[in-house]
C-alpha cells in the first residue's frame, strides 16, 4: 500500500506544469520618419540610441531611442529615468502632458552636473503602437539655448506611421 501512495505522489507531483513567461525581446521602430538636424550637427554612432546627432562646435546632443513590444509598456516616468542616469545633483526643472503623434506625451527638462559641468537634458517621451520613444536634447548650460530652434524643429517633424 505505502508503495502505490507513493508511485501515485510522483506521478502528481512530476504533472504540475511550470508556465515560464517569454523573455523580454525589444526590437527597434522602422515606423517614423524624422528631418535630419542641420549643420554643424553630425550623424554618430551612440551605443543605446536608434539615432544621434552632435554639434561638433559645442557637443549639443539630438538623439533618438526607440523601443518595441508587445510585452513592454513602461511608464512616461521610467522611460524619462533611463535617459537621465549618470548625471549629478539631477534636478526636474518642468514637466508636462501634450498632444503629440495623436497620443499623449511628456515633455521634461532635467539640470544637473556631468563631471562637475552643468548641464540640462530636455525629453519628449510617448508611446506609440507598442513602442516607446524617447528624443533628447543633451548640453552645456551655457550653449544649450543656441540649438534649441534645431531640437524643436527636429522633434516638430517626427513623425510615426
Known sequence: MKRI???HLLILTSCVSVQLQKPLVLEKSKYYSLV????PFVRME???MDQ?????????S?????ACSENYDPSFQDLSYQNIQG?????????????????????S???????GI?????????????????ISYFGKKQSIESDLHTFNKFVNNFRVK
Open 118 to 134: 552643468s548641464v540640462v537634458i530636455k525629453l519628449v517621451v510617448f508611446k506609440k503602437n507598442n513602442c516607446s520613444y524617447v
Open 36 to 39: 535630419v538636424p542641420s549643420k
Open 52 to 60: 544621434y546627432w552632435r554639434n561638433a562646435k559645442n557637443a549639443n
Open 109 to 115: 527638462e532635467y539640470e544637473g552636473l556631468v563631471d
Open 5 to 7: 501512495n507513493l508511485l
Open 62 to 66: 539630438i538623439s533618438l531611442q526607440t
Open 87 to 107: 548625471i549629478d545633483e539631477i534636478k526636474k526643472v518642468v514637466e508636462s502632458k501634450f498632444d503629440y503623434n495623436s497620443r499623449v506625451g511628456l515633455k
Open 46 to 48: 551612440q551605443t543605446g
